[in-house]
């Protein structure tokens, strides 16, 4: 009986859960905040808008890039500075327009995702210790016109900030163990091959992060002029409110409850609606109410996944939404942002290899692996997908299965698997061999696995050559976030 009791009190506030987490509860969330955010931005308009992937891109229709700097690396005694996700343009795009404003949100009952707490600062820290490093060889080595350059561009590395800046609730024990790190983190990032005469040329002000929430108090007759201080500042914008009892909200049509860091863990609630889809539908979303909020999603979604399947790209059936119509004409276009910049590569698709994209004239082609599966014309294949395919090849040596996981499952996955990927398609590229890498969408892990292949056979003219790979995969992760 005590058991039934407690299963029903389970299931009682698993119902109530559900119920205050609805798709309307999650988008009308979401475009509250989001005004919170343009706030923000206005008052600083000449800094770049940055979305820390994946959460903080929803908050916003108008960011200028992205970043992905994880909550993880920055758990208590759990600390990291990865030279995997370093973001190095987001320190350039800083060092250009004198600073940025980087928006991400979190689920918990506290002011700022751990994201914003320690891990970017830990990166800002890093940083700043590399550039004063190599200001110092400068100083010291044979190097006069560089350092006369530096000197007039009034950077002084005597005077460099290298100390470690932490908001206030984090404690003085977890600071001192990370500043214990900071030494090998930066000897890390000396030795990882990234380009810190670039970020010392274009970065005037040592780095250094600020926090804003909806709690924080900003006069607007008061604003600070961000030049007018002596750090380059990455403003770390917390988009949600911090209350930690529930809120029901009301306006004179609809009610609803409001949920913190909404725009988390979107696969859970989204019905497959993207950012761009939903501010692109925007007002008719929040129009519409609780009640038909499910139905136009359901329709936006389904309509935007027949204009891509009519181009001949990815376009998978979202499952989890009720019957949908197909009656309206509109069609979205796609965004330009969410696309990759090909238009310096012949990429091409015949009809009669729907789904295949071959790239210039290097023998490499992308699809998924339903397509692959099919696919004829083709000498080997990749198979990046967790699920192995069966398919009609010349020999056994012609196909390979890395069963690759998302880098949210295995961290690891993708950059353990690289070196034989790329054994693989110098074996079969040198024979003149038609090379077709899959993965499940075709998008994702297969993209990141052409590119590694890319940068390590062929030069820039597209003429396949051999190199040391392992180096170039090095390279290849260090840039890729």
Not at 71 to 79: K, Q, R
Not at 314 to 330: C, G
Not at 447 to 466: K, N, P, Q, R, T
Request: glycine share 4%; hydrophobic share 40%; aromatic share 10%.
């Amino acid at each position: 009986m005590e058991n039934e009791t407690k299963l029903s009190i389970y299931r009682a506030a698993r119902s109530i859960k559900r119920k205050d987490n609805t798709l309307y509860n999650a988008l009308r969330s979401i475009y509250e905040d989001s005004i919170f955010v343009g706030e923000i931005s206005q008052l600083w308009p000449q800094l770049p808008l940055v979305a820390n992937l994946r959460c903080g891109l929803w908050y916003s229709s108008k960011f200028h890039s992205t970043c992905y700097f994880k909550s993880t690396d920055g758990h208590t005694n759990n600390w990291s500075f990865n030279t995997s996700r370093l973001n190095f343009h987001i320190a350039l795009l800083s060092g250009q327009k004198g600073g940025c404003i980087i928006v991400d949100s979190t689920r918990r009952g506290k002011r700022f995702p751990d994201s914003m707490s320690k891990t970017i600062p830990i990166w800002t820290c890093v940083l700043n210790r590399s550039v004063s490093n190599y200001l110092n060889k400068l100083r010291v080595g044979d190097a006069g016109s560089l350092v006369e350059r530096e000197l007039d561009s009034g950077q002084n590395s005597a005077d460099w900030d290298c100390s470690l800046h932490l908001p206030l609730w984090v404690s003085e024990i977890e600071k001192a163990a990370i500043e214990d790190r900071l030494e090998g983190w930066t000897k890390d990032l000396d030795e990882s091959g990234a380009d810190i005469a670039a970020l010392a040329s274009c970065l005037k002000k040592p780095l250094r992060p600020l926090w804003i929430s909806q709690r924080t108090v900003i006069w607007i007759n008061e604003v600070p002029d961000y030049d007018s201080w002596d750090f380059t500042p990455i403003m770390l914008v917390s988009a949600s409110s911090t209350s930690g009892v529930a809120q029901h909200r009301t306006t004179s049509e609809f009610s609803w409850n409001y949920i913190p860091g909404a725009g988390d863990d979107e696969e859970s609630w989204a019905r497959g609606l993207s950012p761009y889809l939903f501010w692109n539908h925007a007002y008719d979303l929040i129009s519409s109410g609780p009640d038909l909020c499910n139905q136009k999603v359901a329709d936006i979604v389904e309509k935007d996944r027949v204009y891509r399947a009519q181009r001949g790209q990815n376009a998978p059936q979202v499952t989890a939404k009720p019957s949908v119509s197909r009656s309206s004409p509109h069609l979205p276009c796609l965004n330009p942002q969410l696309c990759s910049d090909l238009s310096n590569m012949n990429i091409s698709s015949s009809e009669e290899e729907c789904g295949i994209f071959w790239i210039g004239s290097t023998n490499l082609g992308l699809a998924t692996s339903q397509v692959a599966e099919h696919a004829s014309n083709v000498d080997c294949v990749l198979n990046c997908d967790q699920r192995s395919i069966s398919i009609c090849l010349p020999e056994a040596e012609a196909y390979l299965h890395l069963p690759i996981v998302n880098s949210k499952f295995d961290r690891f996955s993708l950059f353990n698997n690289l070196p034989s990927a790329v054994s693989f398609a110098k074996l079969n590229l040198a024979k003149g061999r038609k090379l077709l890498i899959c993965c499940h969408d075709g998008e994702d892990i297969s993209v990141c696995v052409c590119l590694a292949i890319l940068i390590s056979l062929f030069d820039y003219e597209g003429m396949l050559f051999y190199a040391d790979f392992r180096w170039f995969i090095s390279i290849f992760l260090l840039n890729l976030v």
